[in-house]
């Protein structure tokens, strides 16, 4: 089966940065995604890394080693917008099943 | 212009009774989901579709049911509903599962 840890909880100062972390087992493995959900919203798509390394996009990147079996999201320059609920998640099952993480609340703070 | 929409947004009803959620893509994605949410925030896999056909069934009690009249529309009917529904249940789509888009999701609440 799939399992993916995450932080349940993290705070950080608006302006700072702050770094999410998954770590995960799988039976395969295509690649880490990771989605923002806000308090009453849809999860929304941030990135995907299927190989090694730091991909950037904006203020928000993600990284990810597959021979350690971990991934992080890292937010840079904090906004109070960002205070919001972060999953990581890896598709299997021949790319029909998505499996995700336990979620961590990132509460920004003035 | 709403990719993936569903209906209702909110669901409240009885113990025992019978409801449906429909979802509608517009993005001509062949795979579509359905999630559940729990009210700690835990999002689990129930069904997937692809081009109409079940794909994944994730163990998920007989009373639910789900179905796909074509590739754009998944709907899901619930039988004999139970305390333990109550959650948020999204839909979603995708082209490679990579990238998944969710709807606005159903808050079910079962009294």
């Known amino acids: 089966g799939q399992s993916l840890e995450q932080p349940s909880e993290v705070t950080a100062v608006e302006g700072a940065i702050v770094q999410i972390n998954c770590t995960y087992q799988t039976s395969g493995f295509y690649g880490l995604s990771w989605y923002q959900q806000h308090d009453g919203g849809a999860p929304t798509f941030l990135s995907y890394n299927a190989l090694d390394g730091l991909e950037e996009t904006g203020r928000f990147s993600s990284f990810l080693s597959r021979s350690d079996s971990y991934g992080y999201l890292l937010l840079q320059e904090l906004q109070m917008k960002d205070s919001a609920s972060y999953f990581c998640?890896?598709?299997?099952?021949?790319?029909?099943?998505?499996?995700f993480g336990t979620g961590t609340k990132l509460q920004v703070i003035p | 212009d709403t990719a993936v929409s569903q209906t209702p947004k909110y669901l409240v009803t009885q113990m025992g009774n019978d409801k449906s959620i429909k979802c509608e893509q517009n993005?001509?994605?062949?795979?579509m989901y359905w999630y559940k949410q729990d009210s700690k925030k835990f999002l689990k896999i129930m069904f997937s579709y692809n081009n109409k056909e079940l794909i994944i069934n994730e163990t998920v009690p007989n009373r639910f049911s789900p179905k796909s009249p074509d590739k754009a529309h998944l709907n899901l009917h619930i039988n004999s509903l139970e305390l333990g529904d109550s959650a948020v249940y999204f839909c979603a789509s995708s082209r490679e599962n990579n990238e998944q888009f969710f709807g606005p999701g159903t808050r079910l609440t079962v009294l």
């Open positions: 998640a890896v598709p299997s099952g021949g790319y029909q099943k998505v499996t």
């Open positions: 993005l001509g994605h062949d795979t």
